[in-house]
């Protein structure tokens, strides 16, 4: 399923996505800020030299040379942000929320009968709580 | 719960201590043994064994496990299950002193199978994707290691008992004793990650900081070394024993290579861990059992203190452990830069702390023994490479310029992982000196050439001018990586070694099991059973449709078939 394609990229998105790669592969092999600046400005005098391209066949060519050539210079051990995809602390910590509760099955919830039933009427207060707070919802805001 | 074991592990330390100091200074040692069952002229023991070594190294992880507790106190302040991992670390402490204390090789067994399992454990405490393959890769690598105690167990029922250390005098040159040395030193390989094994170690690191300290840098991995320093007397005249010098060499020459390309800075500490656990097999291949035990423990000191010192440098980045967003931290934790640079110049050998007394006492024993020149290059290499590797890490962390965001509040005011660190920082500082005066006074007269003996200090030079080169970047610089790009990436993921026992073990399965996924599964089967009924079935159901759906058709078609019939009986 994964190899399906969900929408249509333009040239110019394929473009600007390889740009982005380019530049974050930049960053892994350059660490100092100003000589990543110094790079990253010989990267866009590349990408712009051909910004105006309008023969499409060349600029799709071009677009493949590119892609090729960061495949083969990616960085051995890319740089990631630590909590995003491909960090180290990615998903870490996963807190589940409190809603899975009410979706255990009654055979399950059986197994904690007290605290199910505390939760119940802990569910009943709040809403009642809410409700002399902010009054009942209007009929129309109700969607299900 | 933090507090209870913290408190009674330090107290078991001193418990330790003392005892040790009886027992050197009276040159005892005790043998405990309950009998359990015996039949067949087989004996089934349970038995302990203290003597000044296992009680050292003893007091040693009870330190270390004491104040890593602490530590983690406060460095898991906010982990929900804070009891799950002490009461971890704590089994994990229990293995360790069963395999420490035992002579036999079942409850080594016992010990060595509950470290591999606390380990992978301990590994999957952060439940996300990379723990959870970095886990399977260290249980498995683990595992060939206990598979290979198994066969041990089994081959020396030959001899009634699984005593080993009866036999080392007089089994030695018996053919079963060849074949049972041999398997402890692959599981010995596998627990200490020398080189066919060695993936699992790096990959390790998606453990806790406080986990990495106490299990992956100073005890779990040494349990290798350890049980070959127990075997020693066994192993040191086997042909074995020498690929085992030559592979702990590799490993140290690798890992200070990998170490300088790799950027996470828990794997640098772990791969210079690896580093000195190719340096501890390789002066016990040299046979040099006691040095290697020395270096063991003085290195146990100051490689849970770095851990330590990354795992305070960690949390205050919020959770980066990449150099490349560090720089020049040193302004803003001055007393975890401290520590920090104390234990990496132990770790360096620079003289008078502690990894001085073992490092230096083991470069001159191999000066001082006549072995080839590839060995004698490659330890200093590898010692060069240490001092490289360790100044590129100062460099990145301590010195050069701040990397990460625009503002940031760094500050140094967690007491509790001080306080752990402080008592460690002491430890690296003096528990060379005072092993080597009191334990390890032998008198090697060692004579050197003054420039052999000047080696390491060469080396050690070299090294850090080289640090210091690779880490400073010059804007019209090019980058030294992507020039060599083939060799870079081949040494920087540690010679594609973890490709090798991942990727390259399971392709060839992977491979094979998707073909017959293809042919049968969705191939041969398919037609044959679920699809292939399936299409009888409606083949069928289509063709008598044509007769269904056609009634008219039908009907005339009869009836005209049925007045040819009449006609041809009455008119012919």
């Known amino acids: 399923m994964a190899q399906i394609p969900l929408g249509v990229k333009t040239h110019a998105q394929k473009v600007c996505s390889l740009y982005k790669r380019a530049l974050r592969n930049l960053e892994a092999y350059y660490d100092r800020r100003h000589v990543y600046r110094y790079q990253a400005v010989l990267l866009r005098e590349r990408f712009d030299k051909h910004a105006k391209e309008t023969n499409m066949i060349k600029a799709n060519e071009l677009l493949k040379e590119g892609e090729e050539e960061l495949f083969l210079k990616q960085h051995p051990i890319p740089k990631y942000f630590a909590t995003s995809p491909g960090g180290v602390a990615h998903e870490r910590v996963v807190t589940p929320p409190d809603w899975v509760l009410d979706y255990w099955h009654p055979l399950e919830k059986a197994q904690y009968p007290e605290y199910f039933k505390k939760r119940e009427q802990r569910k009943k207060e709040f809403v009642a709580m809410w409700e002399k707070e902010y009054g009942k919802p209007d009929e129309k805001d109700k969607h299900h | ?572």
Not at chain 2, 173 to 198: E, G, L
Not at chain 2, 366 to 377: D, R
Not at chain 2, 408 to 429: K, Q
Not at chain 2, 448 to 465: A, C, E, R, T
């Open chain 2, 1 to 572: 719960m933090c507090f209870n074991s913290f408190f009674f592990l330090f107290f078991f330390m001193l418990i330790n201590f003392f005892f040790f100091v009886y027992f050197i200074m009276n040159g005892l040692s005790v043998f405990f043994e309950w009998e359990i069952i015996s039949f067949n002229s087989m004996s089934i023991v349970m038995s302990i064994l203290l003597d000044w070594m296992s009680l050292l190294f003893m007091m040693f992880v009870s330190l270390i496990s004491s104040v890593v507790i602490f530590y983690s106190k406060s460095y898991m302040n906010s982990e929900l299950n804070l009891n799950r991992l002490i009461i971890l670390v704590l089994m994990f402490v229990f293995s360790m002193v069963l395999l420490i204390i035992s002579p036999n090789l079942i409850s080594i067994l016992l010990g060595w199978d509950g470290l591999g399992l606390i380990s992978y454990c301990l590994v999957i405490y952060y439940q996300n994707l990379k723990s959870y393959n970095a886990g399977m890769l260290t249980a498995l690598s683990n595992r060939i290691g206990d598979v290979m105690i198994l066969m041990v167990i089994c081959w020396i029922m030959n001899y009634g008992s699984w005593n080993y250390i009866f036999y080392f005098d007089f089994m030695k040159n018996d053919y079963v004793m060849f074949i049972i040395s041999f398997m402890i030193i692959i599981a010995a390989m596998t627990k200490s990650a020398q080189i066919p094994f060695s993936s699992w170690l790096p990959a390790a690191m998606a453990a806790p900081t406080p986990v990495s300290a106490l299990v992956h840098s100073s005890t779990l991995v040494t349990a290798g070394v350890y049980l070959l320093i127990r075997f020693n007397y066994l192993l040191i005249d086997m042909f074995f024993f020498k690929v085992l010098l030559f592979l702990s060499i590799l490993t140290m020459f690798m890992s200070g290579i990998s170490a300088n390309y790799e950027f996470d800075l828990k794997k640098i500490i772990a791969l210079s861990t690896l580093s000195q656990l190719g340096l501890m097999m390789s002066i016990l291949s040299l046979g040099f059992p006691d040095i290697a035990f020395f270096h063991l423990l003085t290195h146990a000191m100051f490689k849970a203190l770095l851990f330590m010192c990354a795992g305070v440098i960690i949390h205050m980045m919020n959770d980066i452990q990449d150099i490349r967003y560090m720089g020049g931290l040193s302004l803003y934790i001055p007393l975890t830069s401290l520590c920090l640079n104390i234990s990496n110049l132990s770790l360096c050998g620079i003289p008078f702390l502690s990894g001085f007394y073992s490092k230096d006492l083991i470069l001159e024993m191999v000066s001082f023994n006549s072995f080839n020149l590839m060995v004698f290059i490659l330890f200093y290499l590898s010692t060069g490479l240490t001092v490289f590797y360790t100044f590129r890490l100062i460099m990145y962390v301590m010195i050069s310029d701040f990397n990460l965001m625009m503002i940031y509040n760094l500050y140094d005011e967690d007491y509790i992982m001080l306080n752990s660190m402080f008592v460690l920082l002491f430890m690296s500082l003096l528990s060379g000196s005072f092993l080597s005066w009191f334990i390890f006074f032998y008198p090697y007269m060692i004579y050197l050439p003054f420039n052999l003996k000047l080696m390491v200090i060469y080396v050690s030079i070299l090294g850090s001018i080289l640090g210091f080169m690779v880490s400073n970047m010059g804007i019209y610089s090019l980058n030294k990586l992507l020039l060599s790009y083939n060799l870079s990436s081949f040494l920087c993921l540690m010679w594609f070694m973890p490709n090798l026992s991942t990727y390259g073990l399971s392709y060839i399965y992977l491979n094979f099991s998707q073909i017959l996924f293809k042919n049968i599964d969705m191939g041969w089967s398919e037609i044959y059973s679920g699809k292939g009924i399936f299409n009888i079935l409606k083949n069928y159901s289509v063709f008598y449709n044509i007769y269904q759906m056609n009634n008219f058709k039908i009907y005339l078609f009869s009836f005209i078939l049925w007045f040819m019939i009449l006609f041809i009986f009455f008119f012919i």
